[in-house]
């Protein structure tokens, strides 16, 4: 498709901006792509936080034999047999005018490097989604330590997905694997993919002329290539080239680590955004616009069509930035947690699943995660209006419990649409939320005295039964509100 037949399908300007709407969330997904060996960064397992401890009473976190390969350790063996992954079943293609969900991934790829071979893992993992009907926005930022369970492969970190999807030919690779993964994690559906290559980044950047960076306080960045030097960045408003772009939003070091990072990538990102919405960039933007269509073209690689991205690009470029909302998973929203993997000692961190999911509903949801209407309201009430179908599953040996829980949560105001047997038996109460249900799931934590980050578990599955499954254990059992 040359530039002539493009333009006469859609303006220029929209096309222009359509080419680099994924870019402008994107930009800093190559993050940590080093080439060559003078740009291989240490490999980070987090910031260091005190009380960090082995210890947890849940045995899915206290593996030792996890298959997973770590950076900086000898060459792994790929998963052998090859391990039974669902299917890549991806939610339906998006329908124009519905919220559309995007994963950004940066690979961690050492092309040539010395100590790191093998398939690459997702360094970055930024979710993007956009509402046309409430002309909203959201990013969020996921840790690439987060330990999380990988369909089909058990518990590792969330940044192997995309290498164990890829080394295993499963289908749709490593993205598909990935999106699944963080689908099950966050629990809002993922449609679509994007990676960027580190040229088209840099590349991208230098066409835009500079782009807007508030840097946050005085440091130094060490921008890649040879013979390049620190260069010191004030606090406050820089125009930074793709290079420097680059170099600020690797930067980890930093008493805030990943999370520090990743807040500085998505201010790159809107910086970006900034930069292409300019008026008086339009001429720069037109004159480079074959360069700009060839480097995309070349450096992303990405399951939306063109006209997705068309389409993509038009709401994007009219989304205020008022309404682009912000996140990060942060050190508040998991822990701490020591495990060997490959016989070694690796830091990680657990989600706390409730807390994510406030930061999801803020960002997914027009409404944000409490509306107004809603601050200072019953739990119990928030929880009735929510309208979640749960599921109750009897996992204990004590006859009708799953009957009588039915009982008393209808008697709430719950609508209890399956009571059975579980298929297993917990050592302790678990709920599983299918999709969504903050308000229910807030309310649960307290009815049944749930550990957050270990009893509530998210496995978004829009063809469930269920919004919500809750496994009966022998903790309920014994102590219970119930008449």
């Not at 045995?59 to 350790?73: A, D, K, M, R, V």
């Not at 946050?216 to 125009?239: Q, V």
């Not at 105001?413 to 038996?425: H, K, L």
Request: proline residues 8%; hydrophobic residues 40%; contains cysteine.
């Amino acid at each position: 498709m040359n530039m002539t037949s493009i333009t006469r399908r859609f303006p220029l300007r929209w096309f222009l901006l359509a080419l680099v709407s994924l870019v402008l969330f994107a930009g800093t997904m190559i993050l940590v792509r080093n080439i060559v060996t003078s740009w291989c960064l240490s490999p980070l397992p987090g910031i260091a936080l005190t009380g960090c401890s082995g210890g947890v009473s849940n045995p899915i976190f206290s593996q030792t034999n996890n298959p997973t390969p770590e950076p900086g350790l000898p060459t792994p063996d790929l998963p052998t047999p090859a391990p039974v992954a669902p299917a890549a079943e991806l939610p339906p293609a998006w329908d124009g005018a519905s919220r559309v969900n995007v994963l950004l991934l940066g690979l961690d790829s050492y092309d040539g490097s010395a100590d790191r071979s093998g398939p690459a893992r997702s360094d970055t993992m930024i979710l993007l989604t956009l509402d046309p009907k409430s002309n909203t926005a959201g990013i969020l930022s996921i840790p690439r330590d987060l330990w999380v369970n990988i369909p089909g492969f058990g518990y590792g970190r969330i940044n192997t997905a995309y290498m164990l999807g890829d080394a295993n030919k499963l289908p749709g690779g490593g993205p598909a694997l990935a999106m699944k993964t963080v689908e099950q994690v966050i629990g809002v559906p993922v449609q679509y993919y994007a990676q960027i290559e580190f040229a088209a980044f840099v590349k991208l950047i230098d066409l835009l002329g500079k782009i807007p960076v508030e840097v946050e306080k005085n440091m130094y960045i060490d921008p890649m290539g040879p013979g390049a030097d620190e260069i010191f960045l004030s606090r406050g408003w820089h125009m930074l080239g793709g290079v420097e772009a680059l170099a600020y939003a690797r930067l980890r070091k930093t008493e805030g680590g990943d999370v520090d990072r990743a807040n500085r990538q998505q201010k790159v990102i809107m910086g970006i955004r900034q930069r292409v919405l300019e008026p008086g960039n339009f001429p720069v933007l037109i004159a480079s616009a074959p360069e700009i269509y060839a480097t995309i073209q070349d450096g992303i690689n990405t399951n939306l069509t063109f006209d997705q991205i068309m389409r993509l690009g038009m709401l994007a470029a009219n989304v205020p930035e008022q309404n682009i909302k912000r996140g990060i998973i942060n050190y508040e929203m998991m822990l701490p947690y020591n495990v060997v993997v490959n016989g070694t000692n690796q830091s990680v961190y657990k989600p706390i699943p409730d807390k994510i999911r406030e930061l999801r509903d803020e960002i997914f949801t027009a409404q944000g995660a409490i509306s107004p209407l809603a601050q200072g309201a019953d739990a119990l009430d928030l929880a009735r209006q929510e309208g979640a179908k749960i599921a109750i599953y009897n996992g204990t040996y004590t006859a009708g419990l799953a009957q009588k829980t039915a009982d008393y949560l209808r008697s709430l105001g719950f609508e209890v649409v399956i009571v059975d047997s579980a298929s297993n038996f917990p050592g302790a109460t678990i709920v599983v939320d299918r999709r969504g249900r903050p308000y229910a799931l807030r309310y649960f934590k307290e009815l049944f005295r749930l550990d957050a980050a270990i009893q509530i578990q998210s496995d978004y599955n829009p063809d469930a039964p269920a919004d919500i499954e809750i496994i009966l254990g022998p903790d309920w059992a014994a102590s219970n509100p119930m008449p």
